[in-house]
Every structure is written in structure tokens, then in C-alpha cells.
């Protein structure tokens, strides 16, 4: 159970306090409602290019890292198709410091130069550690896009092609910052070792004078129903090769979630899960195997990825996974199975309350995706879930015709056989 | 608007009087047989984290990756019950394991909700003393990690990791080998059997324990693994010695083909970390690449653009210690980003640091120790850290005191002691340069 107090200033930032005196620290989380999702089709990558440039000086504080530091803190930021969240932890004694740098740069921006030309090469650099100069990496390119024909979640966070980013200007850089960092478009969480009245006071002095914008309202196209399974192989220079299936379900806040969430639990978490039993221990056809799903907030995909096993054809890991997903829709799942995967699920979630950071995070999450209060809604959310259920959402989701299915084939293996 | 006006924007907000650091230290009590354990109460959730410590780490095995073999096979089934049952049993009480096998040492840890930690106790005790290491279980395992193992030789990143150590150490030292694909089939029930017996044993175990301690707890471990059942006659505590057969050339390439990023490593061997100089190079090392704000980050990074990432941190191993700089550069850029690289390092050397970076990293300092000392978990992980190396929490309060009072003089000393240009080791996994 998490207790917190809000309040909203008047030109639209929402506030949220969680007050935890186990801790020296203090922690501020602004996450501002702006993704990926959000990008014009042709300037992608832009939401994550801007995260990189809000570290680039504010309109009266030259360097955020170094005052930051000075202060005792640390902090970073991650975009993903749906929003953009900024943290911090510091000790609580100079929280006032977090203010003065988190409300500059809500005020303005530097948009120096420098800064773009340096963070377009960071960002290039970052495309390549994580997406093209590592094997598999490309996957997270290609299925997406095959998985979705019209919502933006087709591409991802890092941006459809380095072109994208290459090409980016700096009247694209204020443009987005117009648009989107305004205070009613933001979300301050502020946990640890503060009290409400000494945030309130923080938030008249540094917040309220930024004057409120008007964010564009969010109309994004809804990916039309699946009705053909879809197929892409790929070759490259990988040593085994590799399957990806991805199934369209529910959003973030539909009970679809919690019963898929459940259900990637039950087939690959752990040495007693099914898949990894039935497909890596008794039948050998994989040296690994995971179900999970992406926690968008938009309709999401439910993915099962694997590596194939020595002398496996794709083909039969394919049926072998089709198979043991029939499973699951042929029948209710055994009743401690279902129990085990909850009892995981509920000490997982009191094990992430322990840091005042996940706290601030996670309140931030769902203040945007609804309401604070639902993150103490989490545990019995699951726990509402029943055998019959996930029967039904399982049935839905478990689909061939609703499925995008990559082979990714190792170049060396196709030559070699 | 009138506020805002008068609001000072420019200038940063004082500080607060930096709060007294307040080092919980965790209790020692013994169990019947005289294991040690270490306990540190605390928390807002109740959650109980124990962690046993072994001498079973790679320093203590006879033949190559039997420490961290044995240390994953424990979980997967006992002679009572086999991998699945185990893990069942555990997750119906939502409690979970984790083993790890280092260089010195080797932990099994159980993380357990308060009210069922006498409930899963029981299952910890079972893979510690009574693990089976079944034939088919090793098979599935190590074919699995090899498979694991070759498809991680494919990044950089991995192969400079692996590799540069046996520039330091050599290949035959524990610290330095570098893990051969044929390893894994040298493997057999045996090693792991013997070295389980040699070396997961009540004589030669520590408890470490975090959390919301109560009572019940500690009558539960004692109940577990407070006999003498579980001793062995000759617990094997230290390795073989060691000789250091470090690398005659300083510089290595190891070539990648059409690699769009080239990995560095670098870096050299230095002292243990009861070493007068260790809390000093530390500092500096922060300077050089401990942080966000560091000078490599700053000029290759933030000033370059040559790359994501690029750190450099000290490593303290029982019987060595050593510095290392890793990060990951464009292929096209990467002589010109070690070129950068020496500069920054020879720069500590005949510079003075000017006193406002040396002063904002000394704040930062203390932010860490504060935020590394906080809830039970990270109080825990402190002790261990000085525990493991015989030292006591003295080492912190002379950390906090150091970072207080060194001078920008003496951290220019200490880089021209360790960060000569010709000390260096220098290992580059990519693509061939044109």
C-alpha cells in the first residue's frame, strides 16, 4: 500500500506526494505525457532524440548533471512508445535544488546547437550499441512493424531509421518542445523524506509561474483487427537461430492484461513454468524460451520468443509452441498453477515497494493512465483474475490469424545445411 | 507574474547542512555450530532477504567453470526433489532464489515475504545440503550455456569483457582466464559433486541477513542450518596459489568483421582494498569516468558524440585489484576516440584538478554513500563488501573522511602514480581499420 496526497496547481501540473521517513533521500519524478506514439510517422524517433536533449542546458541553468551533482544527486530518463519519464534521487535535504532545475527546464530550454548536433550523434551511436551491432538486435525493428499497420506502436521508441534522426532540426526540437513539455502535460511525483507542505510550498514557488500550454489532444489511429497470420523471415549473421510470435491483446488498463500477464507467468517464468518444462527440459527444442508482454498503455502484442535448440527446424519449434499454446485454450489452467503465478505477482509487487524511486515511478504510471490510486489496485486486479477468465482471454488472443510469426534464421546454419 | 520577477532563477537554491551519515552496522550472533551470522533489521516491507556465502568461487575450483556450475545446479533438484518441485514449492509462496558463483566466493540467496520465511527455509536448506546434480539436468544446463555462450561471443562488447582480463592476470590465473567453448564439455557429475562437498559446508558458510528481522527468523536458520550435519572435514576455504603471467605487449586488437562499433577496454592492475592509495584512486577513477559528469563522459560523449557510453571503475577481488575503461565506439571514430581516452588520463597527471569539479564531485560522493546505505538490502550489500575483504566498517567512515579532506595535490599524485600512459593495457574488439 502506497498513501500519497495530491494536488494540482493551477496551470494544470498534477502533483503527488508519497511521504517516506525510512529514508535520507528523496526522489522527484516528472513524466511527461509524450511517447513514441505521438511521433509524426516521418520524424521518428524524436521523443527519445528530445529526452537527450533536456540535458542539454535550460533556459537559465547551463548544465543540469553538474548542478545535480553538486547537490548530491543522480539522475537519468527513458522514453518508451507512450511516455517520457524523468527521475532523480537526491538527499532530501537539498530538494529545493531539484525543484530550481526540474521547473527551469519546464520554463525553456537552451536548444543550443551544440547540444543537437552532439546528442543526433549520441543517439546514432545508441541505435547501433543496442539495435544493429549486437545479434538479434534488428528484431525489435521488424516485428513491431509487421505486428502493426497503422498505430504508431509500428516502430519503435529509437526511431523507424537512423535517417530519422540524422535529419532532425532545431525547429523540430522547439516545435515538440512547445507541444508537449507544458505543465499541463506533465505529472510531478515527489516521495521520501518531504512533507506535503514543504512540496506545496516548492511547487507555488518554482511551478506555478510556468504558464499552462495546450497539448494537442491525442487522436491516434486504432490498428484495424488482425484477420491473416503474418510471416517475415529474416537471415543474418547470428549463431542459432531464433522465433518470434506476437499476438495481438488488450491494453494496459483492460482485465486482458492481467490474465495475459498471468498467463506469460504460467508457460515461461521459471524452472517450473510449462514451456520452459515441456520445451527446453523434456523435449529440447529450445536453450530458451520467454512469454511477455510490452505494457503498453494502447492494445499491446503478447510475444513468445525463443532460441532454437541444435538440429531444430523452425518449423517444428513453431508447431511445438502452436501446440503448447492449444494447451491453454483447450482447457482452464490447473487451479495451483494459477495461484502460483498470483502469489509471484503480489510478492514481486510489495518486493518493488522497498525503493522510494519505484514508488514515484509507478504513481507517476498510473496518475497518467488514469488514477493514482489504481497503483494500489495492482494486486487485486490479479487476484480477481479466475481460471475462466484467462480461459476467455486466452481464447481471444491465441490465434494464428491474430499472430505476426518472425524466423530468424542464422546465416551460417542456412549455408552450412 | 509579480512572483515571477522577483523569483531568482539563476542562482542555485543553498544547500541543506549535509545530514550526518548514520552507518547502521549490522549485529553478529552465531548458531549452534559457530556460523557466523550478520543481520541487518529494517525496512517499511516485510520481507526477510538471506544470503549464504561460501568459499566456492572460480579462485577455489580445480578445473574450469565448476564454481558456477555447481552453483546454478543447486537449484536444479535435490535427492528429495527434482528442479520442477523445487521451484514450485517456492513459488507458491511467491519467494524467490538467486545464486551467483564470483571469482572468491559463491551465494545462494532467498528473498521471502516475512510471514512465509519459515515456510521456504526448509527448501534453501534442501539445495544446499542435498543437491543431486542428476546427469540430465547438467546436460540440459551446460548445452543451453554454451548455446548462450556463442551467441553472446557475438557483441564486442562480450569479447573485450572476456578477453581483457588475461591481459592482467594471465590466462591460467583464476582472475584472469578467459572461458574456451570446448570448457563445457569437460564437465562431469563428479568435479561437481566433490566440490560441493569441499566447499558448501557449515565450517566455511557465512549468513548474511536483511530485512524485517523478527525473532521467528533466527529460530528458523537455526533449526535450518545450525547443526553438524552439513560439516566437512577439510572445507577447502582458499585456492591453489596464483602467479600473475600478465601480457607482454600492452596493446591488443582482436578483430570483428563489419562491426559498426569497435569495444575498448582499458586499463591495469593495482592494489587490494586495504591499500592506502585504494579510497584515493577511487575518487579519482569517479573523476575520470565514475560518472555521469565524468571527464570521459564529458569530452567522448557530451563534447564527441563518438559513443553511448563510456565508463571506467575499480575492481576489488580478494587477491588483486584492478582499474579498467570499457565503452563501445563508432567504427570510424574509435583511434580517435583512444587518442581522447590517454589525453583525459594525462591530463590527471599534469594538471591540477580545478577545486569547483573536485568539490562538486565530492558532493556527489556523499550523495552516494547516503544512497548506498539506504533500506536493509543496500546496508546489507555495504557489510558484504567490507566483509568480504577483512576489513570493518572503519573503511566507510575513513571513505566519508576522505572524501572530505583529499586534496586536488594529492589526487594528481595518485595519477601520475597509476595512470602512467605506458602502465596501460589497451585491448580493441572491431572491424579492421582501413
Redo the contacts between chains.
Sequence with gaps: MIQFERFTLPNGLKVIVHR?T????ACVNILYNVGARDEDPEKTGFAHLFEHLMFGGS???A?F???L???????NAFTNNDITNYYL?????????A??LE??RM?SLAFSDKSL??????????Y??SY?????GDVWLELPKLAYKVHPYQWPTIGKELDHIKHAVMGDVKAFFQKFYCPNNAILVVSGNVTLEQVKALCD??F??IPAGSPPLRKLPVEPKQTQARKLELER????DAIYKAYHMGARMDQSFYAMELLADILTD????RMY?EL??NK?LF??INAFTFETFDPGLFIISG?L??GVTLQAADEAIQEELKKVVLAQVKK?EM???K??????L??S???ILNKAMNLAIFEVLGSADDVNKETDRFMKVTEVDLLVEASRVINENNCSTLYYRSKSKANGN | METETKLDRVTMPALGKPSKIDIIHATETKLANGIPVYSVNGGTQDVVKIELIFPAGSRQQELPLVADTTNVLLEEGTTKHNSEEIASLLDYYGAFLETSAHHDYATVSLYSLGKHFSKVLPVLEEIVKQPAFAQDEIDVYLTNKKQRFIVEEKKGRVVAARNFPALLFGNNHPYGHTTKIEEFDTIKKENLAAFHKGHYSSNACTIILAGKIKDQVFNSIGDNFGGNDWKTADAQVNGKPAELQPSAEKKHYMPKDKALQSAIRMGRVLFLKNHPDAIPFQILNVILGGYFGSRLMSNIREDKGYTYGISSGVVFLKEAGYFQIASEVGSDVCDKALVEIYKEMDRLCTETIPEAELQLVKNYLRGNVLRSMDGPFALAERFKQVWLHGLDYSYYEKYISTVADITAAQLKDIACKYLQKDSIYELVVGAKKA
Excluded at chain 1, 521459471?270 to 513454468?273: H, K, L, P, T, W
Excluded at chain 1, 502469489?343 to 514481486?348: C, I, Q, Y
Design positions: 517516506d525510512s529514508t535520507p533521500m533556459v537559465n541553468i548544465d548533471d553538474n548542478v551533482q553538486q547537490a548530491g544527486g543522480e539522475n534521487t537526491l538527499p532530501a535535504t537539498n530538494i529545493e535544488v525543484f530550481w521547473s527551469d520554463l548536433e552532439v546528442q543526433r550523434s549520441v543517439v546514432i551511436e545508441e547501433k550499441q544493429l551491432n549486437q545479434p538479434y514557488k518554482w506555478a509561474p549473421d547470428v549463431p542459432v521459471g524452472n517450473a513454468s518444462i527446453v527440459k529440447k536453450s530458451e532460441k535448440s541444435e495451483d495461484e502460483k503465478a502469489n509471484k505477482t503480489e510478492s514481486s510489495i518486493f515497494e522497498m525503493s
